[in-house]
């Protein structure tokens, strides 16, 4: 129905038009009777066509009161149209402020805590709007939200029985903007709330980002695969507590958002104090340094470390403040360096250390803080307890550093829950001395760690921590070499899954899972839950950054995603090499080779002794084919670990890149008469050097028959991968370990 200005529909004079889409248009009136200007909404309509979904709208909205959503004045009809009359607000949609330039991280997070709980009043009134999107959404001059058109809105009768439904709203029919919908949405499947809450996440997303989308694509079709599958490029410049609550909201798994629109709304205000406190001094970063053993007996530093450990784990679950990893902070060790040295070389504000005492089975333990750019402690304590309590003296000492960060206004956030250790003494002593030994990762110091952490089980079945670790080390076991696949990677989840039977939220233990679920079984929805769940437990973690970064995301080839993650993992774990060659490998599969070097430097910096960056740094050569310089990198891994299988995949590599084939199948038949076998990952990478693409296709056949992880190297690293051009096998091999399917968000 065309309405011209200076019209009327019954007692409303038509003053100009608002605006008109493809489902009608929005006029401005004057209501006669009250002197007041509203606006009116004439849905357009075919003829003879039910104009229910108008009625349908007007009756929600008006069950609904609340400030940041449109009022509902009347609903009448002229002639053989129906139209609503609502409220008329002074302002413009959302949609055209964000046309006009970026708008700021605290006006973005204000907009969406308020249409946060605009929804959450929705929902608890049993409507699912189902079409949030800017245009929805009009922002008065006085700069408030009104959230608006709930015309297809989900109604549940059950709540609203006087409220009219129609086919429209049945399962299996798709309704709303494409860009803004939920993955389950899109599906036609049931949706609730967190649908809602996923579209306010792709709002609050293309405010933050300036206009641009987190799911985009030229066809319907690439639209729907990246809401579906892909994840969001990260959010440049925007603070890290809005930036996780906007994840959040765009996981592809209902169950993995916030639970309800007002948790939301929670999660954003709490988020803006974050924000405040960091705008007026820099988020705290503290470093916990392994405490003396002023025991004299040496065989207790797994205690005195294993007592600094917690606290650093402690101190990861309060917010507002950096805790350095335990890799890092743990180089440094007791009296060897000064507070403001141990700061320059961790980059701690704070640098806490203590020492433990022995006296029968008392333990006492003095802890202090220090400035990094002073001499002096802020703080100080003595504790003595009996072995048995003496894991509660790790939460005490955490919350007496948190309690002095807030009593300085550093932070705002407070201690939350506790890791639970045993209460059996000997059990928590052979986990601690399995922590200890374990740590290096080598050979023999996992399989001397799994012994006590077996011990640990066995005093006390039901220490899921000890189970947890039992895991991380059969993993570490395998990709070491040491461990075939096939035998433990069961024995891994076997454990793992014991660990969550008796605590479901142990971060570590969904941590591990998520690895096991994407590398070995190749279950990559199953895998970012786990992590998605240990993040909601633990997001300050270094090591959880580090194995979603590497484990999760590089495998699957989320190059900035996987670049993202490593990065925070690195700036919580300075002095770790890991995050470095990490980020090596990343930026040597994308043919970034600069940056590719400049990782591999600054790991070998931190751990001159880690023989793979070397074999890396020879590999951006040869694919450079700088023969020499990659000769060089290749002769320095082999001074470290003579004999190893690798060293001669690389002289094969080498001898092949430079031409000379025949001296490198005879170096491939020497390897097949080692004692130890290569790997199927390894002989693909030899294949493709020799030319023949078919044997090496053959042998990443035989990896994921192996669960050898190196064929996602074979598939990631580009130098290599390009060989593999066209060949349709490669996709019937990407098809089999999910390449081409499930999220990927985080």
Known sequence: MAVEPGSRLGPYLVLSLLGRGGMGAV???????LNREVAIKIVATEPGESSSRLRREARAISKLDHPN?????????????????????????????IAEGPIGSEQCRAFASRIAVALSCAHEAGVVHRDLKPGNIMITAAGIPKLLDFGI??????????????SDTYTGTLMGTAAYMSPEQLRGAEVDGRSDIFSLGVVLYEMLAGGRRPFTGQTHAELTAGILYRDPEPLRGVPRSLERAVLRCLRKDPELRFNSAAVLAQALDESANASALAESRREPAIAVLPFANASAKPENDYFSDGLAEEIILALQRVPGVRVIARSSSFQLRPG????????TRLGADYVVDGSVRWSGSLVRVSAEMIPAAGEFPIWSDRWEAELTDAFTIQDQIAAAIAAKLRGGGMIAGTLGQSRRHSANPEAYAAYLRARHIGAQLSPAGIARAQEYLAAAMDLDPGYALAYTGSAYLTFYGILLGELA??????????????????????????????????????DWAGSERHFHLAFDQDDGSAELHYLFGRWHLWPRQRWDRAAHHLEISSQLDPLSPLPHFALAETFYCQSRWPEAMARIEAALELA???WMPLMLGGQVMLAQQRFVEAR???????DLIPGHAWTSVMEIATLAAEGRLGAARSAANQLLRQPVPARPGDWAGIHLDLGDVDA?????????EEKDWLVFWMLAAGPRRRQFANRVQLREIASKLNLDSGPAGG
């Open 632 to 638: 060089h990198w290749f002769r320095r891994m082999s």
């Open 336 to 343: 060897e360096d000064t507070a403001t040295e141990a700061g």
């Open 608 to 610: 001159p002794g880690f």
């Open 153 to 166: 809105a989900k109604i549940d009768r059950s709540r609203l029985p006087d409220v009219t439904t129609s």
């Open 69 to 97: 959503i449109v009022k509902v004045f009347d609903i009448a009809r002229e002639g053989d149209s129906e139209f609503i009359v609502m409220e008329l607000i002074d302002g413009r949609p959302l949609q055209a402020m």
């Open 696 to 704: 090496a296709l053959f042998d990443l056949e035989q990896c994921i």
């Open 485 to 522: 696949p096939l035998e433990h990677v069961d024995r891994a989840s076997d454990l793992v899954r014991k660990a969550l039977s008796i605590d479901p939220d142990l971060a570590e233990a969904h941590a591990i899972e998520g690895v096991l679920a994407g590398v070995f079984r190749y």
């Open 27 to 33: 006029y401005k009136a004057l209501d006669t009777r």
